[in-house]
Nanobody, 124 residues
Framework: QVQLVESGGGLVQAGESLRLSCAMS????????VGWFRQAPGKERGFVAA???????ISDDSEEGRFSVSRDNARNTVYLQINTLKPEDTAVYYC??????????????????WGQGTQVTVSS
């Protein structure tokens, strides 16, 4: 049974950085593309960044490069680095896994497995 567990969230001040982790169990993460999504209260879940199983990374262009995603297949883990945090980044951050690549990584329905989410709260 595949499980994804996010960690690394918490309460931080605006301008600080944070690294979230997404650990997979039950399968080898090297076979999956992993995406990060976030959902703020009252808003829809939105795409943040993703890294394919080939190693190609994409991120939300509107965030001025503040988000970067990387993977460590030896640790069965994918990371999301968030720099220069803003109060509007406050949300629950989810990771998800799929065997798809490319543009399909932008859309949540294309993902098969989801984590339970980790809360990120940014104070001003």
């Amino acid at each position: 049974q595949v499980q994804l567990v996010e960690s690394g969230g918490g309460l931080v001040q605006a301008g600080e950085s944070l690294r979230l982790s997404c650990a997979m169990s039950g399968q080898n993460i090297r076979s999956y593309s992993v995406g990060w999504f976030r959902q703020a209260p009252g808003k829809e879940r939105g795409f943040v960044a993703a890294i394919s199983w080939t190693g190609s990374a994409i991120s939300d262009d509107s965030e001025e490069g503040r988000f970067s995603v990387s993977r460590d297949n030896a640790r069965n883990t994918v990371y999301l680095q968030i720099n220069t945090l803003k109060p509007e980044d406050t949300a629950v951050y989810y990771c998800a896994a799929t065997d798809r690549t490319g543009i399909h990584l932008l859309s949540a329905p294309n993902y098969k497995y989801w984590g339970q989410g980790t809360q990120v709260t940014v104070s001003s």
